[in-house]
């Protein structure tokens, strides 16, 4: 989908494959996620790595839902992880599949590993499997249960399948070293009892395979030639290979890359699942989560996230991506693509003492000055404004060049005003500002070189519509939420993560936007409408900030004193 065409270790790798002929030139890949959850950023990486490298060799791509646990995943999530990979612009073709498709070959697999000796039914409790593993420094200990005759594996084995046990009564393990080294190959559990209806195979199951027993051969019976995955199942790739090896099935290659984390967030299901079931979001897609479905509802688009995926890249090394980056993404991408209007967020009245009480102008506005396409719109002006409260000071700092007592700036599209008087209530909280234009600059020039140093938005408050603006700041207060042993993550929640402000006032033609329509506000952020917008009243979740000129300015500012502080 990306058009370009990343280099990376894993192309390196797939390059080697065709050289030597190991798959006769051939590359299949798939995105092989577990339906417990909601897919993030995260997932989205691994979804373009797999779907675009098999593009870019004229591959294929698999989507492939590894469904072993139905204690954990649902219908829900299945529907919802296949809307975002085809939301991210992947198509996966005719090739849909689940590992529970393959549960009838995945029984027979452990049958023939119990006929050739190398598995057998445990009856040991859950507790003392665990034990008996043993830790990273000590052995692991055998089974009593591990010597069992084959016929009596194969027997129990059956009764498992059968209900002759309750949960956790029998597992059937593959027999390969309760001393290795590593702990992945001391004899792991091939298959559970699971009292649990699947999503697909309803109750015909009463045992279920392990991941690690599944995972393997669903990309060995797929043909699968490069299984993508991250570091962390690089000490399972062992135990994958004497699965394969033994069994004598298809061998495809795994590579392991390091997955994505992002900074200001978390990225594990686990946790993704603990926000919304403690309510500390709206939900899965609540816009502040670093899920696809909230990126989307917060108003990304998938080429955004594409892109973000293509810089970070792929590799073996571990780290922390800042949550800068992907808002760089998004930017760049709404600045193409994105209409802009004006909207007043914190409002300021404005009169126009010597503006005609009742005449109304139709300015011409831009809609994309970098694209042309978009046109322009008339948008209404009137004697009575709002502009944005933060573009005036009654007593401006020397580099505030916006509104102040006595100044002329221009009014975007409109004409040059000048503020004349400031009005206040009893507390002295400013109300309005009374203001003067020059009908000389009807469209914001000046007939003479008189130059202004500001140019502000504004609405026209008789003709703006009211509206609701969520605003967004990170969902945890602090870089690395998760670094804190002591302390668990959700203490980092940040308490001002959503401000709504209601009203904001817009353009008018806004009252005609449909959910999922993106703008930029001018000079404030991007905005996309919310699902929550009802007829009567629109609602505008805020994407992401624009930079702001004044803050860069203050802090520039700010260096500029610790560094003469410093000398
Ligand atoms: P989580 O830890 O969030 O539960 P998971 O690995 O259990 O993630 P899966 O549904 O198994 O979730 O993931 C599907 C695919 O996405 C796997 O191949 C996995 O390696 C990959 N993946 C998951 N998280 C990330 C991540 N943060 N960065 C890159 N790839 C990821
Ligand atoms: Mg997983």
Redesign the pocket.
């Known amino acids: 989908m990306t058009d370009s065409n990343n280099r990376n270790f894993v192309s390196e790798i797939i390059d080697e494959h065709n050289e030597s002929g190991r798959f006769e030139g051939r590359v299949h890949t798939r995105?092989?996620?577990?339906?417990?959850?909601y897919?993030?950023?995260?997932?989205?990486?691994?979804?373009c790595?797999?779907f675009d490298i098999a593009a870019q060799y004229g591959g294929l791509c698999n989507l492939r839902f590894?469904d072993t646990n139905p204690a954990k995943e649902e219908q829900e999530y299945i529907d919802a992880?296949t809307e975002d990979v085809r939301w991210l612009g992947y198509d996966w073709g005719d090739r849909l599949y689940f590992a529970s498709d393959y549960f009838d070959r995945l029984y027979d697999m452990a049958v023939e590993l119990i006929r050739i000796g190398r598995a057998y039914v445990d009856e040991l409790s859950t507790d003392e499997i665990r034990e008996y593993r043993g830790t990273l420094t000590s052995p692991g200990v055998e089974s009593p249960y591990r010597d069992r005759p084959i016929a009596e594996n194969l027997a129990l084995f059956e009764k498992m399948r059968d209900g002759g046990f309750n949960e956790g009564e029998a597992v059937l393990r593959a027999k390969i070293d309760m001393k290795s080294g590593n702990i992945n190959l001391r004899d792991p559990v091939m298959y559970r009892i699971l009292d649990a209806r699947h999503p697909r195979t309803g109750d015909k199951w009463k045992i279920y395979p392990m991941?690690d027993f599944a995972h393997g051969q669903s990309d060995s019976i797929e043909e699968i030639t490069h299984s993508?995955?991250?570091l962390?199942?690089e000490d399972h790739r062992p135990l994958y290979d004497w699965y394969l090896d033994n069994i004598e099935i298809f061998h495809p290659q795994q590579i392991e890359?390091?997955?994505?984390?992002l900074s200001h967030t978390v990225?594990?299901?686990?946790?993704?699942i603990r926000l919304v079931q403690e309510g500390h979001v709206r939900g899965w897609d609540d816009p502040r989560m670093p899920t696809i479905s909230g990126l989307r509802r917060r108003g990304y688009t998938p080429a955004a996230i594409r892109d973000f995926c293509d810089e970070i890249g792929v590799g073996k090394v571990k780290g922390v991506v800042a949550l800068h980056k992907l808002e760089y993404h998004i930017r760049q991408d709404l600045n193409r693509r994105a209409n802009r209007v004006m909207a007043v967020i914190n409002p300021l009245k404005v009169v126009i003492t010597n503006y005609p009480d009742d005449l109304v102008e139709e300015m011409e506005a831009v809609n994309n000055p970098e694209d042309e396409s978009a046109g322009t719109r008339l948008t209404p002006f009137s004697k009575v404004l709002y502009i944005e409260g933060d573009d005036f000071m009654e007593d401006p700092p020397r580099k505030f060049f916006r509104l102040a007592p006595g100044r002329e700036v221009r009014l975007r599209y409109a004409y040059f005003i000048t503020c004349n008087e400031v009005i206040k209530d009893d507390s002295g909280a400013i109300t309005e500002l009374r203001c003067t234009y020059d009908p000389a600059t009807r469209g914001g020039a000046a007939p003479d070189d008189r130059r202004v140093k500001a140019t502000l938005h504004w609405v026209s408050a008789a003709h703006a519509v009211k509206a609701e603006a969520r605003l967004y700041d990170t969902l945890f207060s602090v870089e690395y939420p998760e670094r804190d042993s002591e302390r668990d993550f959700t203490e980092f929640i940040n308490p001002d993560s959503m401000k709504v402000v209601d009203p904001i006032y817009v353009e008018p033609h806004l009252r005609d936007a449909q959910i999922g329509d993106r703008f930029q506000f001018e000079r404030l952020a991007y905005f996309v409408v919310d699902e929550d917008s009802k007829p009567e009243k629109l609602v505008f979740n805020r994407t992401v900030a624009l930079r702001d000129q004044w803050r860069k300015h203050q802090n520039k500012a700010g260096k500029k004193r610790k560094q003469r502080r410093k000398r």
């Open positions: 995105f092989p996620p577990e339906p417990n959850g897919l993030h950023i995260g997932h989205a990486k691994s979804i790595l797999n590894d992880i991941y993508i995955c991250t962390e199942y890359f390091a997955r994505l984390n990225l594990s299901k686990r946790k993704l």
